[in-house]
C-alpha cells in the first residue's frame, strides 16, 4: 500500500489563498509523479472551494473536524454527513490543538463512530505530553488512549481509520518543538500498530506528525512501521511540501 502525506494546513490560509495554493498544487508536475497518496486538510470555509479545485485529480482532501452527531440541534459544528457530500475522504480527529480546547477523549471516541458511519476515514490524532515522555510514560499513556478512543470499535478494513502519531511536545506550534528521531517513532508505531489491532481487529494505518520538514520527511518514510506523515508547517511552503511529496 502506498505511503500517505496528509497536508494539515489549520486556520493558516484565507479561503482565496487555500483555493490558490491548491490550484497550484493541482498543477505541480512533482505532484502529479509522487508514487505517495496525496491529502489536504483545509479549514471547514475552504472546503468547497478547494473541493472544486481538486476533483478529479490525484490530491485528496480531507477536513480538520467533524461533529460527533450527522444531524441536530449542534450550534457551531459541521456534520459528518455534510462534509462527505464534499467528496472528501478524510477527517482529522482529536489533534492536540483541539484536545487544548477542551476536546476530551469520550467526544472524540464518538467523533470516530460518526464519522466511520458516514464512510469517511477518521484520522485520529494520539500523542504524549512532555511530562509523560520524561517520566518514561509514553507507552502507556498510548495505550490507554487507545482503550479510551476504541473500546467496542471493530473495523470492517484496516484501511477504514488512521492512526496519527503526534508526540505534542514535538508539533511547531509547541515552544522549542523538535522532531521525534524516525528510529525512535518507528518503533513507538510498531507499539501503536499492535495495541492498536488487540483493540480494532484490524491493523491500521500509524503515520507521524510533529516538525515534519523537508530535510526529515524522508528518513520518516523509509520506517517499516511508519505508513505515512501528517504535516502542518511544512505543507504551508509550496516548495517544502514538493520535496516532502517526491
Ligand atoms: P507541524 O504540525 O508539522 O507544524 O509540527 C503537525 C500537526 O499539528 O498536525
Same mark, same amino acid.
Given at each position: 500500500?502506498?505511503?500517505?502525506?496528509?497536508?494539515?494546513?489549520?486556520?493558516?490560509?484565507?479561503?482565496?489563498?487555500?483555493?490558490?495554493?491548491?490550484?497550484?498544487?493541482?498543477?505541480?508536475?512533482?505532484?502529479?509523479?509522487?508514487? &505517495?497518496?496525496? =491529502? #489536504? +486538510?483545509?479549514?471547514?470555509?475552504? *472546503?468547497?472551494?478547494? /473541493?472544486?479545485?481538486? $476533483? !478529479?485529480?490525484?490530491?485528496?482532501?480531507?477536513?480538520?473536524?467533524?461533529?460527533?452527531?450527522?444531524?441536530?440541534?449542534?450550534?457551531?459544528?459541521?456534520?459528518?454527513?455534510?462534509?462527505?457530500?464534499?467528496?472528501?475522504?478524510?477527517?482529522?480527529?482529536?489533534?492536540?490543538?483541539?484536545?487544548?480546547?477542551?476536546?476530551?477523549?469520550?467526544?472524540?471516541?464518538?467523533?470516530?463512530?460518526?464519522?466511520?458511519?458516514?464512510? &469517511?476515514?477518521? =484520522? #485520529? +490524532?494520539?500523542?504524549?505530553?512532555? *511530562?509523560?515522555?520524561? /517520566?518514561?510514560?509514553? $507507552? !502507556?499513556?498510548?495505550?490507554?488512549?487507545?482503550?479510551?478512543?476504541?473500546?467496542?470499535?471493530?473495523?470492517?478494513?484496516?484501511?477504514?481509520?488512521?492512526?496519527?502519531?503526534?508526540?505534542?511536545?514535538?508539533?511547531?506550534?509547541?515552544?522549542?518543538?523538535?522532531?521525534?528521531?524516525?528510529?525512535?517513532?518507528?518503533?513507538?508505531?510498531?507499539?501503536?500498530?499492535?495495541?492498536?489491532?488487540?483493540?480494532?481487529?484490524?491493523?491500521?494505518?500509524?503515520?507521524?506528525?510533529?516538525?515534519?520538514?523537508?530535510?526529515?520527511?524522508?528518513?520518516?518514510?523509509?520506517?517499516?512501521?511508519?505508513?505515512?506523515?501528517?504535516?502542518?508547517?511544512?505543507?504551508?511552503?509550496?516548495?517544502?511540501?514538493?520535496?516532502?511529496?517526491?
Amino acid at each position: 500500500m502506498k505511503k500517505i502525506i496528509i497536508a494539515n494546513w489549520k486556520m493558516q490560509l484565507t479561503y482565496q489563498q487555500a483555493e490558490a495554493y491548491a490550484k497550484r498544487l493541482r498543477l505541480s508536475t512533482a505532484i502529479k509523479k509522487s508514487k &505517495l497518496e496525496l =491529502v #489536504v +486538510c483545509p479549514d471547514h470555509l475552504s *472546503l468547497p472551494g478547494v /473541493s472544486a479545485v481538486l $476533483r !478529479r485529480s490525484q490530491i485528496g482532501l480531507g477536513a480538520q473536524n467533524a461533529a460527533h452527531l450527522d444531524r441536530g440541534p449542534q450550534t457551531g459544528e459541521i456534520s459528518p454527513r455534510d462534509l462527505k457530500s464534499l467528496e472528501l475522504k478524510y477527517v482529522i480527529l482529536g489533534h492536540s490543538e483541539r484536545r487544548l480546547l477542551g476536546e476530551r477523549p469520550s467526544l472524540i471516541a464518538a467523533k470516530v463512530r460518526s464519522v466511520l458511519a458516514q464512510g &469517511l476515514k477518521p =484520522v #485520529v +490524532c494520539i500523542g504524549e505530553k512532555l *511530562l509523560d515522555k520524561e /517520566s518514561g510514560e509514553t $507507552r !502507556r499513556y498510548l495505550s490507554q488512549e487507545l482503550r479510551r478512543l476504541f473500546s467496542g470499535l471493530k473495523l470492517k478494513r484496516a484501511t477504514d481509520l488512521i492512526i496519527a502519531y503526534e508526540p505534542v511536545w514535538a508539533i511547531s506550534s509547541f515552544h522549542q518543538a523538535r522532531a521525534l528521531s524516525p528510529f525512535e517513532a518507528n518503533s513507538i508505531h510498531e507499539y501503536i500498530k499492535q495495541r492498536a489491532a488487540k483493540i480494532l481487529g484490524k491493523t491500521p494505518r500509524v503515520i507521524y506528525g510533529g516538525s515534519v520538514n523537508g530535510d526529515n520527511a524522508a528518513e520518516f518514510l523509509r520506517q517499516t512501521h511508519v505508513s505515512g506523515l501528517l504535516v502542518g508547517a511544512a505543507s504551508l511552503d509550496f516548495d517544502v511540501f514538493i520535496k516532502i511529496c517526491q
